[in-house]
């Protein structure tokens, strides 16, 4: 039998552990964007892979999916067959999606040796982790998706893996 010391060290761990999940859970959490992140957003160029210029401006005007990823980040690189799926199926309808890579140019050169990717891919590093945080992401970790609609305006994010009613979801957004 239990006395009240028991159950009150139980009690505190309890609450302990409580309290560490609603942390852990609030951290993973996407938040507000910061102030004028998406004028930014906009406003800004990165380069592909290969040195050329990407303008973000030249996909305002239609829904895109921005995925923030690294090579040596497995759920991202388990992610990407179904990110190159859901471009192909939804380019017709005036989709982009973009890979903001968090990554050294030549991780993502090697990488795209390895994997075929039809959509664009930036090379963001430590800019694109910056820019993420901007974008509701915290902790800046990786994946992170971030869905905008055609008017350039934030419809969905989402830390960590994407799943496929994630996917279905996002397809809806115009």
């Excluded at 067959?81 to 990554?103: C, K, S």
Aim: charged share 15%; glycine share 12%; aromatic share 10%.
């Amino acid at each position: 039998m239990m006395n009240k010391r028991h159950w009150l060290v139980a009690g505190v761990a309890a609450a302990a552990g409580l309290a560490g999940v609603g942390i852990g859970w609030w951290r993973l959490q996407p938040h507000a964007v910061q102030g004028n992140a998406l004028d930014g957003f906009w406003q800004s160029t990165w380069e592909d892979p290969a040195g050329r210029p990407i303008a973000l401006s030249d996909f305002k005007g239609r829904p895109l999916l921005v995925n923030f990823w690294a090579t040596w980040c497995p759920i991202c690189v388990r992610g990407m067959p179904a990110l190159n799926t859901f471009y192909r199926e939804h380019q017709a309808r005036g989709w982009t999606v973009l890979g903001m890579a968090i990554d050294r140019p030549s991780a993502v050169r090697e990488f795209l040796q390895r994997q075929t990717i039809d959509f664009p891919i930036a090379i963001g590093g430590i800019g694109g982790t910056d820019l993420s945080r901007q974008l509701g992401n915290p902790t800046g970790g990786v994946p992170f998706n971030v869905v905008f609609n055609a008017q350039g305006q934030i419809a969905h994010t989402k830390l960590g893996a994407k799943t496929p009613s994630d996917l279905a979801t996002w397809a809806q957004t115009v």
